[in-house]
């Protein structure tokens, strides 16, 4: 059986779940890094920086310029392991400056999987986002039991809500479904 996210996602209950916080659903906590401004940018200064032994990184911020960093390669693992894994809301200390940042992109060393690269964008507490959060189907529909399986194709979902209210997955119930059910 085929389903689709339907009508009890999109609407404003669904919304209002997700910011007030109701059980089942774990909001983005803030976790610290500490990181420092690289002086040189680009490839060179990106290599110069993984070699001693940091993860060269760009702090975006609205319409101020990019600056450029470099962290702790377990600290940032250690940061980006919580519940809301890329989600995460992240108070950046760069040198003595606080900023609040999430992750923008995270890139991976094709063989051993470290920390090659990391975007972050600055982000304004009361203001929306659009990001993607991984949904859990829990219950077993009766199609499932009767020797049905459900067939998800996608693994994240569309969420935009202020960067505290961003839950760590979504839990959406399959007992109501049944054979062809979207």
């Known amino acids: 059986a085929r389903w689709r996210v339907g009508p009890p996602l999109r609407?404003?209950?669904?919304?209002?779940?997700?910011?007030?916080?109701?059980?089942?659903?774990?909001?983005?906590?803030?976790?610290?890094?500490?990181?420092t401004v690289r002086a040189a940018a680009g490839k060179g200064g990106a290599r110069r920086v993984r070699r001693a032994g940091l993860v060269p990184g760009v702090v975006y911020s609205g319409g101020n310029e990019a600056t450029s960093v470099a962290v702790k390669p377990l600290d940032l693992s250690r940061a980006l392991?919580?519940?809301c894994l890329r989600n995460a809301l992240i108070e950046l200390d760069i040198e003595g400056t606080t900023r609040l940042v999430m992750v923008k992109?995270?890139?991976?060393?094709?063989?051993?999987?470290?920390?090659?690269h990391i975007d972050f964008v600055e982000v304004d507490e009361n203001t929306p986002r659009q990001v993607k959060v991984p949904f859990k189907v829990t219950g077993r529909s009766a199609a499932v039991k009767a020797g049905g399986?459900?067939?998800?194709?996608?693994?994240?979902?569309?969420?935009?809500?202020?960067?505290?209210?961003?839950?760590?997955?979504?839990?959406?119930?399959?007992?109501?479904?049944?054979?062809?059910?979207?």
């Open 105 to 116: 992109e995270l890139q991976r060393e094709p063989v051993r999987r470290t920390a090659h």
């Open 11 to 35: 609407g404003g209950a669904f919304r209002r779940r997700v910011i007030e916080g109701e059980q089942g659903y774990e909001m983005s906590q803030k976790v610290k890094l500490v990181a």
């Open 81 to 83: 392991k919580g519940p």
């Open 149 to 182: 399986k459900i067939h998800t194709p996608r693994r994240y979902l569309n969420v935009k809500c202020t960067p505290a209210a961003i839950p760590a997955t979504i839990d959406i119930d399959s007992t109501s479904l049944d054979w062809g059910a979207h």
